[in-house]
C-alpha cells in the first residue's frame, strides 16, 4: 500500500480558489474523491504515472490534477469554486493495477484521511 497524507482545505467564498496537496510514500496511480454530508463518494480526478488526466464532468475545466514525481506529490487545484464542491476530499491511490474502473472507489487499496472543502455562497 500506499501512505497518504492530504492538506490545503479550508472555507473559501464561491468563485474563490483552494489547492490540495496530497504526500505519497510513493509513487502510484493517483486520483481525488469527495464525499458531501448524505452522498456517496464519488470521483473528482485521475493522474496516470505518466501525467495522463482525467475529469468527472462536475469539474471539468475548473480544476486541475498535476503531479510532482520528485516529491511523489499530487496536487488539485480548485478554480471557480461552487457551493456543491463542499465536500471531504481524499486522495486515492493504486499500488498496482488498477482493480476497477478508476472512477470506482474499488479501483484503489491506499487512501488518505480526507481534507475539508466548504464553499460558502
Given at each position: 500500500q500506499v501512505q497518504l497524507t492530504?492538506?490545503?482545505?479550508?472555507?473559501?467564498?464561491?468563485?474563490?480558489?483552494l489547492r490540495l496537496s496530497c504526500a505519497a510514500s510513493r509513487r502510484?496511480?493517483?486520483?481525488w474523491f469527495r464525499q458531501a454530508p448524505?452522498?456517496?463518494?464519488?470521483?473528482?480526478a485521475a493522474i496516470t504515472l505518466s501525467g495522463l488526466t482525467y475529469y468527472a464532468?462536475?469539474?471539468?475545466?475548473r480544476f486541475t490534477i498535476s503531479r510532482d514525481?520528485?516529491?511523489?506529490t499530487v496536487y488539485l487545484q480548485m478554480n471557480s469554486l461552487k457551493p456543491e464542491d463542499t465536500a471531504v476530499y481524499s486522495c486515492a491511490a493504486a499500488s498496482g493495477s488498477?482493480?476497477?474502473?478508476?472512477?470506482?472507489?474499488g479501483a484503489y487499496d491506499s487512501w488518505g484521511k480526507g481534507t475539508q472543502v466548504t464553499v460558502s455562497s
Open positions: 492530504e492538506s490545503g482545505g479550508g472555507l473559501v467564498q464561491a468563485g474563490g480558489s502510484a496511480f493517483r486520483s448524505g452522498k456517496e463518494r464519488e470521483f473528482v464532468d462536475s469539474v471539468k475545466g514525481n520528485a516529491e511523489n488498477l482493480m476497477a474502473p478508476m472512477t470506482r472507489p
